[in-house]
């Protein structure tokens, strides 16, 4: 029999049972929703991340101290190694190719402003190159400069969420701050509202020179001994690195890394630093994400089968409750392959339109979900055809069996079945 | 008048029900033939075999042993396959209960067997004419998208009957086709299958009702699955 005659038997079949047609359906439908809402929203974390990653600035490289391969040597202090205040300086004046350096030292500290007390805030002492390298604008007033962390002037920054806390309407400029006892702070400017970077929430906190931080608001003991260690550099590179030009991201990292071996008296296979390009953080978070999507897209291809177990099982009822309407076909001519092809197509159209109102109920129950989780989510084309190609052969597979037993009921008993 | 063709020509037909450990001989060496354009009647006791006889000659069942020519064609040894092709090309048939789908037009219902009809060369519009004009010819042209839950037993069978013609089938085989109706609606199914048959269709219905039987030429009685005598019917009804 011709496809087109048997789509149209099997159809009408269907429409005949609209409920038990909707109710096969519904496995489908679920299933097929399932995978698309799930890899909607992994893809939409991964998304968020990595936006995070590159919202910390582009082209960007991070060197860090290697504490744990300091070499405790002879004629070595016990804290070698490591990556020292003045190396920013070096990388910043001796590679080609450096648009900005950054450093920064972090210390956590109750802070007072006026009457208002703040607990565990965090102060980031950092660099002149800071703004620009982590696209943070001032709002008001003004950023330190060079000459004022060589001098350790002891003013700050506030972040706009910390502003409004410790100053409320009142503007914050020229207001002290104190930190700890007595380390008192003058306030020179706000930046603007950046947002969450990752888990980093950069609003609430502030800005000191780093020599502020590494001078009078270290609590280990030992600061004065550690003297202006650094655990990490920031460095970012020209734009046109990698792109437009001969240089790659490459050259320069093996600039910097030959640069600081010679200043740490270490040799490039044993350093005491790491360095790591924002490419390879993405990338580690992008096999953890494609963990994470790969578990939901299981989670989801399970409850397909189960939407493919479904289909049989109703399937299966369905040939009985029409084993009357099986023998009258095979009276006036169906043959086995006609009746097995029948039940199949049934099993076929009613995966694909389970599937069909699977992607839309997945297109809309995702961004229902972003809108009431106001988690975002990002419809991804493949998940899509995946979720629809897998209905599809998950009702030929489980549309099979029962197709096959319809097609080999024996004429007169199916005639005479009650 | 041209010379007469066999139709049906079955030899010692033989049907065996295994029922676990004993076995029912549902017909025990039963022969039968029927002549192109005969009218013939089956009857005989409840359980002498008519059913499967019906079944038998209807392509339904193979015999357990036997010969069965149908249209010139062995079909005793034939296939599933072949036997849906000969049940779809070269029979029609006609059950007491009807036998039509549920909630499925009359139209519906009748076209069927072209659905299945692989050797058709009709169109889709010609199929479909034609369900419409078989319809029309047993009456029921102004019925054709009724379902049969919307229709009187007559007028099912009426359907049914649109439905055993739809592919000129060389037989048509009635199994008691008026036994679920009021003696009215029997006597106008008679007289539609009367009707057939002064047309030429080769008919072979079950009955055990005499006044049925006597619309036709002839009728073979069955006792225990064999046949135990014929008689000629002289008389015609109008
Ligand atoms: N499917 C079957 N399985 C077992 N025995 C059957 C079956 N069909 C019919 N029979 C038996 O075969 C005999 C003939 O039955 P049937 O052909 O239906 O007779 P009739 O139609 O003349 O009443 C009966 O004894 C009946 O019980
Ligand atoms: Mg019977």
């Avoid at chain 1, 991070?62 to 990556?83: E, H, K």
């Avoid at chain 1, 972090?106 to 980031?124: C, F, H, P, Y």
């Avoid at chain 1, 006892?181 to 950046?194: A, W």
């Avoid at chain 2, 037909?13 to 039963?30: I, P, S």
């Amino acid at each position: 029999m011709k496809p087109i005659k048997v789509t149209k038997i099997a159809w009408l079949a269907l429409v005949k049972n609209k409920i038990r047609s909707l109710l096969t359906m519904l496995g489908i439908i679920i299933g097929v929703a399932a995978v698309i809402i799930m890899i909607a929203i992994s893809a939409g974390t991964e998304k968020s991340i990595q936006e995070a990653i590159t919202g910390l600035g582009s082209n960007l490289i991070y060197v860090q101290a290697s504490m744990g391969a300091a070499r405790m040597g002879p004629g070595m202090q016990s804290s070698g190694g490591g990556l020292v205040y003045d190396d920013a300086f070096a990388i910043a004046e001796q590679i080609n190719g450096v648009a900005g350096v950054v450093v920064e030292q972090t210390s956590t500290q109750n802070v007072k402003a006026g009457d208002t007390i703040l607990e565990n805030i965090t102060i980031m002492g950092t660099t002149a190159d800071f703004p620009s390298v982590r696209d943070m604008e001032i709002a008001s007033g003004r950023y330190f400069t060079q000459d004022e962390i060589d001098r350790t002037k002891p003013i700050a920054v506030l972040g706009s969420n910390l502003a409004e806390e410790m100053f409320g309407e009142t503007d914050p400029y020229g207001q002290t701050i104190t930190v700890g006892d007595s380390v008192r702070l003058t306030v020179v400017g706000v930046f603007e509202e950046k947002g969450m970077v990752g888990e980093v929430d950069y609003d609430s906190r502030f800005y000191t020179p780093i020599t502020i931080v590494l001078e009078k608001l270290t609590n280990n003991p030992f600061a004065r001994f550690l003297g202006d260690r650094v655990r990490l550099i920031y460095v970012e590179v020209d734009e046109s690195i990698g792109e437009n030009s001969e240089r790659t991201l490459d050259d320069v990292i093996y600039q910097i890394e030959f640069l600081l071996a010679k200043r740490h008296e270490v040799t490039l296979e044993e350093p005491d630093f790491t360095i790591t390009t924002q490419q390879d953080i993405i990338t580690t978070q992008e096999s953890t994400t494609a963990a994470f999507r790969s578990l939901l897209a299981w989670v989801a291809g399970v409850s397909l089968v189960v939407g493919g177990i479904g289909i049989m099982n109703i399937m299966l009822v369905s040939v009985t409750e029409r084993t009357r309407e099986i023998g009258i076909r095979q009276s006036v001519g169906a043959t086995p392959s006609d009746i097995r092809w029948q039940f199949l197509t049934e099993a076929l159209l009613l995966s694909l339109v389970g599937g069909l109102i699977g992607v839309v109920a997945g297109i809309v129950g995702s961004w229902i979900f972003g809108q009431a989780s106001g988690m975002r989510t990002v419809i991804v084309a493949s998940s899509v055809l995946l979720a629809f190609g897998s209905a599809a052969i998950v009702g030929v597979f489980f549309g099979y069996y029962p197709a096959n037993q319809a097609a080999q009921l024996d004429p007169i008993e199916a005639l005479r079945y009650e | 008048m041209k010379k007469s063709k066999v139709i049906i020509d079955g030899k010692n037909l033989v049907k065996v029900y295994q029922m676990g450990d004993f076995e029912v001989r549902a017909l025990n060496g039963a022969s039968i033939q029927v002549q192109e354009g005969e009218f013939m009647a089956i009857m005989g006791p409840s359980g002498s075999g008519k059913s499967t006889l019906m079944n038998v000659l209807g392509c339904l069942m193979s015999p357990t042993s036997g010969e069965y020519f149908l249209d010139g064609e062995d079909v005793s040894e034939l296939n599933k396959v072949e036997l849906a092709r000969i049940r779809n090309q070269k029979l029609g048939f006609i059950f007491q209960n009807y036998n039509l789908l549920a909630r499925t037009s009359a139209f519906q219902n009748v076209i069927l067997p072209l659905f299945y009809n692989r050797a058709s060369l009709l169109t889709e519009e010609e199929q479909q004419e034609k369900a419409a004009q078989i319809l029309e010819a047993v009456g029921l042209g102004d019925r054709i998208y009724h379902e049969p839950q919307e229709l009187s037993g007559g007028q099912q069978q009426r359907v049914s009957i649109a439905r055993a013609l739809v592919n000129d089938p060389v037989l048509v085989l009635a199994d008691e086709p008026t036994g679920n109706l009021d003696s009215r609606s029997g006597a106008e199914i008679m007289a539609l299958l009367k009707d057939l048959h002064r047309k030429g269709t080769t008919i072979v219905m079950v009955t055990h009702d005499p006044e049925i039987a006597a619309y036709t030429d002839r009728t073979i009685h069955l006792l225990d699955g064999k046949v135990a005598r014929e008689v000629k019917n002289g008389k015609e009804h109008a």
